[in-house]
């Protein structure tokens, strides 16, 4: 709403502000905040104007706020039509009968009635959302600062408009979570006290992404003390939980995979290696087989010395780099049908330095019948040809071999029973068993642990007849 002039005429307005306090106001930004009958604002925020004439609000309960601002425009708005029908003189009242009848928007004061101090941009995770559910739009101007988040990826020079932007002040880490499943190339997160950049760290290394980042600690971020520093996320959880000042934003770049960089073996468990080592599908990087999920595979599969193992479906050769690690004698067939699958299972052979994996191309069960006779199968993905791989399989398995198929949806688990329950097949196989694993994993959420599910698989094995 505006005056005949242009001039801004709204009885409300929230006016961002940053660390560096009146200085970063432009001149007609602290001519409102001077004029202002009822400024409101955190103590911080009032600080920077100790010689206020206004009336002072502060911010510490946010519905008793709004009853004193609500009150102030009533109150304002009284004194101001009773004023206006003083000052009018009998000769003007026959004036403005004979013109066009007084606009109430123009009845409003030239200068603001309230001034609403907030950090940054009010309308970005700021208290702008709130004012407008109380408030007509109509009835309040913003005149936004710089965001910290705009400070911060400018003071790491790097781009953000491809950003994921979100805020867990005074919200569950849970948001965060979700964020990092994502497996975003850049992030910006807003901390509080209890999600402070540490505890951001420890979820981050808990959730074991397929990618590592760079986390920037951006501090008092405008200020005359401000503190702008680079982690890794292991160094970043390791740091005491107090070690940052309140008031920081947490930017996370996501560093490019390395491809044909080794991981000593020394550096790895016997079995069992953390999901995040293994370079992963860029588009689907959660798209992979679970440590937890490859400890219960590794165990069914039974594997014995110097045999000859076919992954089916292998994906990103998570499967089949523990096989290999597990049974160095052995030689292993990875199957895939995508030629990215193919260069991840190349990539991580190089990466956990293993000769003993042949990737094959190509689909299945069409590509399987030059391959060597198996001692061992697993099948970890069938390309909507379930039943027709498990009868190629079994009926290349040597007699004694063992199968094992994991199952992620109910359907591909009625398919294989409905396989199980034909009379052929019970005819062929010794021995055979269901297991479904359904695990959990251990996620801080500040000084709090809560368990945060993984996807429940269903495990098939069976034992060839002899």
């Not at 919200?171 to 964020?179: I, P, V, Y």
């Not at 063992?402 to 196989?429: G, H, K, P």
Request: net charge negative; proline share 6%; charged share 20%.
């Amino acid at each position: 709403m505006r005056r005949d002039d242009g001039e801004e005429c709204t009885p409300i307005h929230v006016v961002g502000i940053g660390l560096d306090g009146v200085e970063g106001l432009a001149p007609a930004i602290r001519q409102l905040i001077d004029q202002a009958t009822l400024l409101v604002g955190g103590d911080r925020h009032l600080s920077y104007f100790p010689d206020r004439p206004a009336q002072v609000c502060r911010l510490d309960a946010f519905p008793m706020a709004i009853a004193t601002i609500q009150e102030h425009l009533i109150v304002q708005r009284f004194s101001q039509v009773s004023q206006s029908q003083t000052d009018i003189s009998s000769s003007e009242r026959l004036e403005s009968s004979e013109t066009k009848p007084l606009n109430s928007s123009h009845s409003l004061a030239a200068r603001p009635q309230v001034v609403i101090l907030a950090s940054g941009d009010p309308l970005f995770f700021g208290i702008g959302r709130l004012l407008l559910q109380e408030f007509s739009s109509q009835n309040i101007t913003f005149h936004p600062h710089v965001s910290s988040v705009q400070l911060a990826f400018s003071r790491i020079k790097e781009p953000w408009q491809d950003a994921l932007i979100l805020s867990v002040h005074g919200r569950s880490l849970e948001l965060l979570e979700d964020a990092f499943k994502k497996d975003a190339d850049k992030m910006a997160v807003l901390t509080d006290p209890h999600h402070d950049p540490v505890a951001i760290a420890r979820l981050l290394i808990a959730m074991e992404r397929p990618h590592y980042y760079t986390l920037w600690v951006c501090e008092n971020l405008g200020s005359s003390d401000e503190i702008v520093q680079s982690y890794s996320a292991q160094d970043l959880a390791a740091l005491p939980s107090d070690t940052f000042s309140a008031l920081n934003v947490v930017i996370l770049i996501r560093q490019l995979d390395f491809e044909g960089k080794e991981i000593p073996p020394n550096h790895l468990p016997m079995i069992g290696i953390p999901d995040a080592y293994f370079a992963s599908f860029s588009d689907r990087p959660g798209l992979m087989t679970k440590r937890e999920v490859r400890l219960m595979i590794l165990g069914e599969l039974a594997l014995t010395p110097s045999s000859v193992i076919w992954d089916v479906g292998a994906g990103t050769g998570s499967v089949s780099i523990e096989m290999a690690r597990l049974c160095p004698s052995s030689t292993i067939y990875a199957i895939e049908k995508t030629a990215a699958g193919i260069h991840l299972i190349r990539t991580n052979s190089q990466r956990f330095q293993i000769n003993t994996i042949h990737p094959i191309q190509g689909n299945a069960p069409a590509c399987l019948t030059e391959l060597p006779t198996p001692n061992h199968v697993f099948i970890g993905g069938s390309g909507g040809e379930l039943v027709s791989i498990l009868n190629d399989c079994l009926n290349h398995l040597a007699a004694n071999g063992t199968l094992v198929v994991a199952l992620a949806t109910l359907e591909r688990l009625s398919e294989a029973l409905q396989w199980m329950n034909s009379d052929v097949i019970q005819d062929s196989i010794a021995e055979h068993r269901f297991l479904t694993c359904q695990f959990s994993r251990s996620v801080p959420v500040g000084s709090l642990t809560r368990l945060s599910p993984i996807n429940p698989v269903h495990i098939l094995t069976l034992r060839k007849a002899r």
